[in-house]
């Protein structure tokens, strides 16, 4: 079974799951609007997904829900800005569960990990490697020759060192044994429209980043990193990097909304049955998930720290192995040696 099958099967399996501890709990009202931090640009993928699920909450707790971008130094300006606020349950962070487990292993957030956050899963996303309608590259093989050949000639447009695409591109660079030239912007959507307009040759950010783009035939997509073709409504199939790197470790990552430790219990609660009765359900997502290449795959609580930990081992331990870790994964329960938690 493929990558983006199984998180789509697990979506399905938990989709009963909900805490006895939430439906005990009070109900919470808010009595100001709540803002969402998203610690990147608007357009990218955190963004997208946060503004679809925002209303879906806002309608549930009769409350407004402000969405707030705040990018800067890959994440982690916003994800500081969060723990640093009053645990009061008025401030909440949208973003790549991988980020928030590993941002002290890159020592950009220190003292951190994923044990921090009340997790709120959304959808699956995979990073697709893209060239400009007009490159000279066809296809995979031909790009990956040229990184071989040229290395840091070839430019890359990311969101980041820590963003999806500065970890796609690390990933396949160290599988594929090339170097390459990162051209990091304020968010994945600015890298793949800067991408699409010449400013880079290639771009690894992810499918609901390009999808408009590579739609609109201002992107070629060569491809994706799964086991499995992408579809994008509109579009071709997009091959699997499996077709050329057999070997290469994947894992699905996941996105959504983070709530600190230490806010009031029934903040917790009432967002649990939320997720549980009104996210896990919404058409809303469903239908963003499925026009942009994503995997619908909503959960909270338990079951959505067990699904992102794959991610945050593998993206973890790739930092370690590149050499730059600031702080060893052992040190947030993460065993390099057989990719589990210790």
Not at 12 to 21: E, L, R
Not at 90 to 98: D, Q
Not at 147 to 171: D, H, L, N, P, Y
Not at 207 to 234: F, H, K, M, N, T
Request: charged share 20%.
């Amino acid at each position: 079974m493929g990558l983006l099958a199984r998180a789509a099967l697990v979506a399905a399996a938990s989709a009963f799951s909900f805490s006895a501890s939430s439906v005990l709990a009070q109900e919470w009202k808010p009595e100001r609007p709540i803002n969402i931090i998203v610690p990147w640009g608007a357009g990218g993928s955190t963004d997208q997904v946060t503004r679809v699920t925002a209303p879906i909450i806002a309608e549930a707790l009769g409350q407004s829900v402000v969405v707030v971008n705040q990018p800067g130094a890959s994440g982690a300006v916003g994800t500081q800005e969060v723990l640093n606020a009053p645990k009061d349950g008025y401030t909440w962070t949208a973003n790549a569960i991988a980020n928030n487990a590993t941002y002290s292993v890159t020592g950009l957030v220190p003292d951190t990990n994923i044990d921090d956050w009340h997790i709120y899963l959304s959808v699956a996303n995979v990073p697709v490697v893209a060239v400009p309608a007009d490159s000279e590259f066809q296809d995979f093989g031909q790009l990956l020759e040229a990184f071989k050949e040229r290395g840091s000639e070839i430019t890359v447009a990311t969101a980041g060192v820590t963003s999806s695409g500065g970890t796609a591109i690390a990933a396949l660079a160290n599988e594929g044994g090339f170097e390459y030239r990162m051209v990091a912007y304020d968010g994945g959507g600015p890298a793949a429209i800067a991408t699409a307009a010449g400013e880079a040759m290639v771009t690894t950010q992810l499918a609901v980043e390009q999808a408009e783009l590579i739609r609109g035939d201002r992107l070629r997509p060569l491809a994706v990193l799964s086991d499995e073709p992408l579809s994008i409504q509109g579009a071709d199939s997009i091959p699997p990097i499996t077709q050329w790197l057999p070997d290469m470790p994947l894992a699905p990552d996941y996105f959504g909304i983070f709530i600190p430790r230490g806010v009031p219990e029934e903040v917790v609660a009432t967002m649990d049955r939320i997720w549980q009765e009104k996210v896990m359900t919404s058409d809303a997502l469903r239908e963003y998930a499925e026009t942009n290449g994503a995997v619908f795959a909503p959960s909270f609580g338990d079951e959505a720290r067990a699904r992102a930990m794959p991610v945050a081992i593998e993206e973890a331990c790739a930092v370690k192995e590149r050499g730059e870790a600031v702080v060893d994964p052992a040190e947030i329960g993460i065993d390099c040696e057989s990719k589990t938690e210790m």
